[in-house]
């Protein structure tokens, strides 16, 4: 059973996302602690299950990020004069050149 589903997470803003990433990184330290400790944790699927669940989160919010990244780039790509663009050069050519 998930601690949080998918759709929930897609619907979440960045701040809620990160909020909950940390709140599950925290439960995750308890957890961690109780068996460096000795003890047998209550639920050994639920360990596994965080791991999850933060690795869900982290990418949702690169998704989001990327998603908007790519509307700013655009939106500047459009105003801009394809001619202002210069392409660095490639460091191989460089090399290639000195030698």
Known sequence: MAIINKKEMNSMN???LKNKLNDIRKQLIKE?????VGTTPKS???IREMKKTIARIIQ????KDVQGN????????DTQNPKD???PPNKNSEAKENK
């Open 44 to 46: 050994p699927g639920l």
């Open 70 to 77: 790519e509307k700013f780039l655009v939106s500047q790509r």
């Open 85 to 87: 663009f210069v392409v």
């Open 60 to 63: 949702i919010l690169k998704r």
């Open 32 to 36: 961690n602690a109780q068996i460096a």
């Open 14 to 16: 960045e701040d809620d």
